[in-house]
């Protein structure tokens, strides 16, 4: 089985700031790889299919970089809407999900 | 717009059953390969199930082999998960969500949009 380990599993940052969060694969994935957004008492919501597509909709503050086995999510200027947990999805196993990032208000 | 819209969850006592429901409505079901992916309370998510959009193909994850089941009726534009044998640890929200593929496969460019607002499972004495 593929472990995907997100780091950090939770951050502290306040509005206006660049935010990076890293998902890595225990064995190379190519570009297999998703971004999720989850709101507390929602469902998660697709922002970042293979690796580096911007999904439509999504604001072009998210951006997904990666290939192999390291993958990172990166929102360039946190917005007070951003506050909350993202997921990396892996679709080569055929389906994995990494444990979450929750990002929190500082 | 696509929408997905799941029922059938509630309170069951362990070694009990459930069927959950997804309708789905906006897309050309059969199109699409459909998944459950589960939510234990303050966890993770965690893939439960896939089916292709012919019905034909079905994957489970390991916690799940023997016990559920995965299906759908083109007809009613509907997807099913039959789980039987519960256990405390399949207490979760459970999310149906529409697949990019319409077969779902390892090793291909596959994702899940949207989700449905999910159902709530407790298994419980």
């Known amino acids: 089985d593929i472990q995907m380990t997100q780091s950090p599993s939770s951050l502290s940052a306040s509005v206006g700031d660049r935010v990076t969060i890293t998902c890595r694969a225990s064995q190379g994935i190519s570009s297999y790889l998703n971004w999720y957004q989850q709101k507390p008492g929602k469902a998660p919501k697709l922002l970042i299919y293979g690796a580096s597509s911007l999904q439509s909709g999504v604001p072009s503050r998210f951006s997904g970089s990666g290939s192999g086995t390291d993958f990172t999510l990166t929102i360039s200027s946190l917005q007070p809407e951003d506050f909350a947990t993202y997921y990396c999805?892996?679709?080569?196993?055929?389906?994995?999900f990494g444990g979450g990032t929750k990002v929190e208000i500082k | 717009e696509v929408q997905l819209l799941e029922s059938g969850g509630g309170l069951v006592q362990p070694g009990g059953s459930l069927r959950l429901s997804c309708a789905a409505s906006g897309f050309t079901f059969s199109s699409h390969a459909m998944t459950w992916v589960r939510q234990a309370p303050g966890k993770g998510l965690e893939w439960v199930s896939s089916i292709g959009g012919s019905g034909d193909s079905t994957y489970y994850a390991d916690s799940v082999k023997g016990r559920f089941t995965i299906s759908r009726d083109s007809s009613k534009n509907t997807l099913y998960m039959q789980m039987n044998s519960l256990r405390a640890e399949d207490t979760a929200v459970y999310y149906c969500?529409?697949?990019?593929?319409?077969?779902?496969?390892?090793?291909?460019?596959?994702?899940?949009?949207?989700w449905g607002q999910g159902t709530l499972v407790t298994v419980s004495s």
């Open positions: 969500a529409k697949d990019f593929r319409r077969e779902p496969a390892a090793h291909q460019f596959n994702w899940f949009d949207p």
């Open positions: 999805q892996e679709s080569y196993s055929p389906v994995g």
